[in-house]
């Protein structure tokens, strides 16, 4: 007969000897596995001494290790404990004797067969992420608008559904949850999902107030939440503009939550899917120092999953990055467009890598048709990328339709206001005012581009094009100093060959900036 191990309980802690995870509370820790056995074998003397042979022992099997390999040990254990303030000290070092567990009782339990077969029974979290989305609650006084509350929920599952990272639960699971007071943790191990959406809709006369909230289900901690007051002149076209926005704002919400999660994750435990989160920052970062380090985790990536389309299409925004901030190497170029192209092959149903790849194509290959092809196939999968819009306006502000660029923009952060990418679209925003002469709107985006995004190179070109059109020259060239401070490469006429510039936006930018001191 197999006998499990003893779970260890110690404060918010939870060690598992047989999977070598500590939990802090519901979340795993990135202890490595020497630290979690030297770890098991204090908290099983908790309160007496552990001799220094004992833990070696335990860490590495009784092979002869240097002093300092424990001490290292030791003090990563501690690192992670000291997570919960004090935690670091409840570790006692006992001069040329060892180390002594002081901390908070420790409870040891061994699962129960009752408990052990209701976790079998649970289904299993799927590898990507997962929500469910519950009905919501009618606040009206009408017990008939409740197939409002009901058809908001039918149209952002549909929505959340197009989305093709995230795994999301039929209606027809969650509908047990109807007019029930809910444990949200109880919910995510019922149907096996991290996250769960909520939410209310009260209806009184022509005004309609809907609130969601989305919650990680392991944690209980909230991801996302959102109001909306509307006037309901038309049901049914409210209905849709609500579940749009809200699905809009949840897909980016969960991918910074994943993103998180995986930050906590174990290096040499990382999957191509988690690699390619453990990027996006960098990748969101539009600097060369950034995307270069992402671009190593992308080539793991691909290199576990060749036909990941989703890693292309980052590794295509990287060499992007590349290309224009490093240098304007060819090699960069011809690599954004290569995966680029990959992502189409291999996303044809991916909104996302979709998006990314036009970008490439439009920027770097300079085919703004081909780009906008692959940017309408990701809208017509996914109606409410905001990353989609956002960069579609980037990319028509550089070919100088300004008006257009100016709607796509603003319909990108109307789905996603505080969207990673949000300082592009002010970006797109400050070019197109300025091409229309509008330079106190320009200067208005572009300050809001670098508040959005104060490490990258081109919100301070865009700012100082549009002080420098005031005539505000002493802050456009303080504008300029900072694009040089962070890209000193920097020569305004090979950035505007690089992206394809229109020539009026050319025209118009150029000579702003060579007033403001960037050298041509």
Partial sequence: M??????????????????????????????????????????????????????VEAGWGGLAVADNNLTVQIAALRR???????AAS???????????????????????????????????????????????????????????????????????????????????????????AVDVKRVGRELGVRYVLEGSVRKAGRSVRVTGQMIDA????????????????????LQDEIALSAVGAIAPSVRKAEIERVRRKRPDSLDAYDLVLRAQPDVDSGMPE????????????????????????????????????????EVNRAASIRHARSAIVYGQDDALALTWAAFSIGMDEHDRAAAFTALEAALAISPSSALTYILGSVILGWGGEAERAIEWSEWGMRLSPFDSWVWAAFDAQAMSHLLRGRYEEACRAAYKAVQANPAHSITYVQLAAALAKLGRLDEARAAAARVLELQPAFRYSRQFAGVDCAPALAEALGGALQAAGLPE
């Fill in 2 to 55: 197999t006998v499990r191990v003893g779970l260890y309980q110690f404060g918010p802690f939870r060690l598992d000897p047989e999977a070598g995870i500590l939990f802090h509370g519901g979340e795993p820790t990135m202890l490595g596995q020497r630290a979690v056995a030297l770890l098991r074998r204090l908290l099983e003397n908790a309160g007496a001494p552990v001799s220094k042979d004992a833990l």
């Fill in 218 to 237: 392991s944690t209980g901690a909230h991801v996302w939440a959102e109001r909306y007051d509307r006037s309901s002149e038309d049901i049914f076209a």
């Fill in 80 to 86: 992670v404990l000291a997570d919960t303030g004090d």
């Fill in 290 to 329: 950034q995307v270069t380090r992402a671009l190593a985790l992308l080539e793991r990536a691909i290199a576990l999953e060749p036909t990941y389309a989703l890693a292309h299409g980052n590794a295509a925004m990287c060499h992007h990055c590349l290309f224009l901030r490093a240098g304007l190497q």
């Fill in 90 to 180: 409840w570790i006692e070092t006992l001069p040329r004797r060892g180390y002594r567990y002081v901390g908070p009782a420790v409870a040891t339990r061994v699962p129960d067969a009752s408990a052990a077969a209701a976790l079998a029974s649970a289904p299993t979290l799927p590898e990507k992420p997962s929500i469910a989305v519950l009905p919501f609650s009618n606040l009206s006084d009408d017990p008939q608008q409740a197939y409002f509350a009901e058809g908001m929920v039918d149209d952002i599952i549909t929505g959340l559904a197009r989305i093709k990272w995230l795994f999301v639960i039929a209606r027809n699971s969650t509908l047990i949850y109807k007019d029930r």
